[in-house]
């Protein structure tokens, strides 16, 4: 009997945009994925097939797609060879838990890549850790709505934060985020699963989202304080607009725009 863990992957064939559209819509199953030039690998562990293919049906612009499996030696082989060290902006150094090196000149944060994001390798993670380092974070309250990996945590408190509070909708993101924590020896961020929909405290100095376009339409009208400095990410370059708007609804200020391939992180206060 082979008692080995086997993965599913989902082989997605289609433009580029339309492969992530599709990734980061069922993101909360996904264990990781890599793009190839012409085809998107997604890693599941217990998955419907049967749901993700009508859900990609009706969803999406994907018409095309396969599935294989990997058992667990080839799957830890995989994300070695897939997630390499980062560096950020030469500040921050990103590498994941097997990876012995370290920065000393560095911020140096190390991740178990066990979930999709949170690794800084996706840029909606790579540029909102490139907007932290442009913001002053020392002895300031964080609210880390969509924390998964726990990689912003991490960084804020590398950053000087003095509270943190870490959410997220996902009950398969704590245990990640309990050992990427103690990887990287911090043991005072609160943890909480929660969906910040329905989440009312919004009262911290500053907020970090990296969610989407869904989600962060819904927690605009909660920033009602002026005081508060927002990191929004996970925003197509193509719904700037449609945000821009809604932020001069409520009366927010655009800080900062950063862009990374089709993707906008937006700071606002
Ligand atoms: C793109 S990942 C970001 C992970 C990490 N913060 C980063 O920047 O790499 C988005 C996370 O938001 C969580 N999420 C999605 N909708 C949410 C909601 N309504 N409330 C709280 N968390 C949510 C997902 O479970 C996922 O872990």
Redesign the pocket.
């Known amino acids: 009997m082979n008692d080995k863990h086997t993965w599913k992957v989902l082989e997605i064939f289609g433009s580029i945009v339309d492969r992530e559209i599709l990734i980061?819509s069922f993101?909360?199953d996904v264990l990781g994925y890599e793009n190839k030039d012409d085809s998107s690998l997604v890693y599941f562990d217990n998955v419907s097939k049967k749901y993700l293919e009508d859900y990609i049906q009706s969803n999406s612009n994907i018409k095309k797609w396969q599935w294989s499996e990997i058992v667990e030696k080839n799957w830890m082989q995989n994300c070695h060879d897939f997630f390499k060290p980062i560096s950020i902006k030469d500040k921050v150094y990103l590498s994941t838990v097997w990876d012995e090196d370290e920065k000393n000149n560095m911020i140096d944060i190390k991740i178990n890549p066990a979930?999709?994001?949170?690794?800084?390798h996706?840029e909606?993670?790579y540029m909102?850790?490139e907007a932290m380092l442009d913001f002053d974070f020392k002895e300031k309250s964080v609210l880390?709505?969509?924390?998964?990996?726990?990689?912003?945590?991490i960084l804020s408190k590398r950053l000087g934060s003095n509270r943190i509070l870490a959410?997220?909708?996902?009950h398969?993101?704590e245990n990640n985020f309990i050992e990427n924590l103690k990887f990287n020896h911090i043991d005072d961020v609160e943890f909480k699963i929660?969906?910040?929909?329905?989440?009312i405290d919004y009262n911290f100095d500053i907020i970090?989202?990296?969610?989407?376009r869904s989600?962060i339409v819904?927690?605009i009208p909660n920033l009602t304080s002026s005081n508060t400095l927002v990191f929004l990410?996970?925003i197509l370059n193509s719904d700037e607009d449609l945000i821009n708007d809604l932020l001069n609804q409520y009366n927010r200020k655009i800080q900062k725009i950063y862009r990374k391939n089709k993707w906008s992180c937006i700071v606002i206060k």
């Open positions: 980061t993101v909360d979930l999709a994001f949170g690794t800084g996706h909606t993670t909102m850790i880390d709505i969509g924390t998964g990996s726990g990689i912003l945590s959410i997220d909708n996902d398969l993101t929660a969906d910040c929909t329905s989440f970090l989202a990296n969610i989407n989600v819904d927690i990410s996970g």
